[in-house]
């Protein structure tokens, strides 16, 4: 039996070719960003254990937020007296307290040096070879004021030399220290492209820290001891205030928390892989289905001259398992190189990922093989069940295979359909889970509703095209198989879904900050960091307040708390900026009686945590203990503000000292050129800040949205490529299918070209109706993506006409090309062999 | 019998195959088929009466030798000359499968004028519909017609075009021997009363029996010939055929 499906497979090796390539591309997709995961996993595990290799045990305070998570999850400082305590203890060869501070490096020409998205930061530089991560790598280690180190990467990527004088803004101000040294990291010549500037110990202590406090204290125990000895003792006289952890833990900690926030990459990723497989089973079926009705006379004399209906549902089966175990292994080795492109991509965004090669884990391995192979399987399951429902007799005449009627089918798509978009609709609360599932729900249901659809919808969209023989045929060759329309044409649909809804929320988005950004902001100017994780220094805002331009400067911060069980971003801001320099919406309460102790809440979120004005709700900020606050006003959802926003005086509380933001207004009288000139000679010392008007803010953000969209949107081509091969397949599939047909009409006289065109008809029917339906489909998701963003202040629906029509003629191009190889087989076929084919 | 002949043939050879293999369909056939006349092509299996049929149809190209439709040699057309050919000057009825199944009866039998892009004269329409008895059944599919009837439906394509000349393969090869009859009853009428040409191959001596005239292939080569044949006639000229040494 094994011998008899090897050769049905070989004997199609172009119908193979076109389904498997859906399953290879999505397979590779998925080993790919698995790979990926794997690979920068096992890369920062090395770096991280090799960072602390020096490190027996560390004392360090608590999580400041109970509950909060992140690469940079912030602790309470250690307080200064402990670093004694800790040296007393017998066993003790070093202790050193660490200290870290921003530390923005500018380049020779006074512009920043940029670390795409890695932190830049000073420390102290740790001179005890018992303790210190640091080796010098050149020159010699900074041992006074005006000294720094660097470490080698930025060194060498910004153009610095031992004994270059460099230019500095820490948070405390501008420094310009001589360049003693440079230094690597343990055995890495970086930390993932991060900038290090460190200061000797005393130095670093006055810049970077707080008085009194340090991180952690990093301890090198004395040869022999026993670290868990070491870590008793250490604990009896140790206050509450403080725990300790082991150089390995800190190690597993860090890594860990490197690759949860990567994971998003991979999440990100993978739903891809999940949408091109999706769309590659569709694929299959319909390929499946084709190759099983064309074969209903060979399976018929199988089943008359015995085999059970078993039998010929597992040899279909069976045939299916071959082409995913195929798929799958092409699919591996493609991820492979999927795995090395998205390093490659990873890194052109800044990261320098240290060198190391590809982990491909037997998981990895395993995994794709079962995803490739069940789904081609599931895929194939209903055809193989059909196709064992061929009577022998069928052997005998020419029998049609026994189709289940449309009206099943429908019955099912219209629950289905009912179903998702109820699962739809309570997911607009913000479960992203329902979401998917009502996503998958509806296209599901939609495929299966959609051959009742596509006669109709194939007559309506041909008419136009019938004033020729060759339309007239394409046409009617449409209409002619509901279901084979459908399913080609609903694998066009899922992808092109996918991309109107992503145009549509974009399209919203940019709608959105077109006119809330005018509706919120007030002030004249707004200024920004460029660097996601940084800040303004905290001068800068006195500095731009002192000029006589300016009427008032008003800091924004924007950082992490806990707001009841809650954690999210808050935002703090003098009481006085509500009204000239940020215009909220009042809701409910007064919104511009914010003072200490007091908040003002967005409505969508108070809504959802049951808080209402004069309510209280207890806020907790990584530097200041859990404190209840009263709840004064509520605000309709507002771009420029967080969820929750608390006074100016709060602000001590944050991890980070500098704004997030500065609102600028400027003086009556005085021209905005004016204001600018005047705001930029303060600013162009900060290099990394962007400075905007309102329309310039407008613009940044609506940029930022068009970059996102062509990036996901490139991704989905992936399944609208998949897609697209498949209606290749269908109409390649069909040209077989009616050879005999095709024989007839060029005997009596369907000239090449008419056959090309009736082909090339027939498939840009069918890619439209997918185009149509996908969009259809696309703008209800987009409709419900956009009201479960509300809150996240995308508040305006803007469907993207023009887009959307530019997607059904780019559709109607996709079926002229898609056609070309079929219509051209179609057209050379061989008369006399179409016609003389029994 | 009139002086033109509809199409013909000189010294047609058609080998497939090289060397040891080699197979000659044709060895060497010349023949002409008058204009307004029923000719019938018959032979045993492998005698190369389809294939000569082809040839002479434009639907399959000569090895050596020459045939022509009228006055036009087939052998220098290429692709679009030879579709153009069929389209306008050659009719066909298969065994079977002679009809889109995606087109009603009365499409089918527009369908060479649609690709030509001409519209059919109402009136001979009308009266081609009415000599095939297809009045009532225009509108049905091919699925709906009874094998009888969708011959009579490719007859009726054949003629609506006045074509100059119809090829015909085994019309009745697939339908009961009552139908049969009717649909060689309508070809001799098509002959008598409209003048139209017909070629057709036929390994049935009663069918071959209503043409007026009868070719005979063996091998490849033209071996007798027959005219106003009975079915009587033809049965004894195939025995004795049989009965010559090859």
Known sequence: MIHVILRSLLARKLRLLMST????????????????????????????????????????????????????????????????????????????????GYAQILRKDGTAYKTGGAPAGGVNYDANAATSSISLRKGRAPTAAGEVALDVTTARKAGFQVGDHITLLLASGRQEPTITGTFGLGKNDSLGGASIVAFDQVTAERLLGRPGEYD????????????????????????????????????AETS??????????????????????????????????????????????????????????????????????????????LGLLVALGLRALVGTFGATLPPGPLVVSSQTVLLSFLVGVGITGVAALLPARRASAVRPIAAMRAAVLPQAGLRRGSAVGAVLLAAGIVLLVLGVGGRSALLGVGCVLTFLAVAMLSPVLSTPAARLLGAPLTRRIPGRLGRLNAMRNPRRTATTAAALMIGLAMVSAVSLVGASAKASFATDVPAALAADLVIQQQALDQGIPLGVVRQLAALPEVARADGLHRGQAKVGTKLTNVTTLPASAIGPALILKRVTGDVTALAPGRLLVDQDEATRQGLKVNGHVTVQLPRSAPRSYVVVGTFAPNLLASKYLLDATAASGFATREDSTLLLTGRAGVSATALRHAVQAVTSTLPSLDLMDRKELTKSATGQIDTAMAFINVLLLLSVAIAVLGIVNTLALSVIDRTRELGLLRAVGLSRGQTRRMITTESTIVAIFGALLGIAVGVGFGIVLQRALHDQGITVLAIPYGRLAVFVLAAGVTGVLAALLPARRAARLNVLQAVSTA | MTIRPAARCLDLVKTYGAGDTTVHALAGVTVEFEAGAFTAIMGPSGSGKSTLMNVMAGLDGATDGEAWIGETPLSAMKDKGLTALRRDKIGFIFQQFNLLPTLTAKENITLPMDIAGRKPDPEWFAQVVAAVGLGDRLSHRPDQLSGGQQQRVAVARALLSKRAIVFADEPTGNIDSRAGAEVLGLLRQCVRDLEQTVVMVTHDPVAASYADRVIFLADGRLVAELSSPTAESVLNEIKLLEGVPA
């Open chain 1, 256 to 333: 860990s928390a490197v690759k949860t926030g990567l994971s998003f990459f991979n999440t990100f990723l993978l739903v891809f892989a999940g949408v091109a497989l999706f769309v590659g089973a569709f694929l299959i079926f319909n390929t499946f289905t084709i190759l099983v009705a064309q074969r209903q006379r060979e399976l018929a004399v199988l089943r008359a001259l015995g085999a059970s209906r078993t039998q010929v549902t597992s040899s279909v089966l069976a045939e299916a398992v071959v082409i995913g175990l195929l798929a799958s292994g092409i699919g591996v080795g």
């Open chain 1, 216 to 251: 952690a204290l990093r301890i090198a125990a004395v040869d022999g001891t026993s670290i868990p000895d070491l870590r008793r003792r250490l604990t009896q006289v140790l206050p509450g205030s403080v725990e300790i952890a082991s150089g390995a833990q800190i190690a």
């Open chain 1, 21 to 100: 390539s859906a399953i290879v591309l999505g397979v590779a997709f998925v080993a790919g960003s698995l790979t990926l995961t794997d690979t920068l996993g096992r890369v920062f595990d090395n770096l991280f254990v090799n960072l602390n290799a020096q490190t027996d045990l560390e004392v360090r305070g608590h999580v400041a937020i109970e509950g909060a998570t992140g690469p940079t999850v912030l602790r309470t400082p250690v307080q200064a007296r402990v670093l004694a305590t800790v040296a007393a203890v017998p066993g003790v060869r070093a202790v050193t307290g660490d200290v870290s």
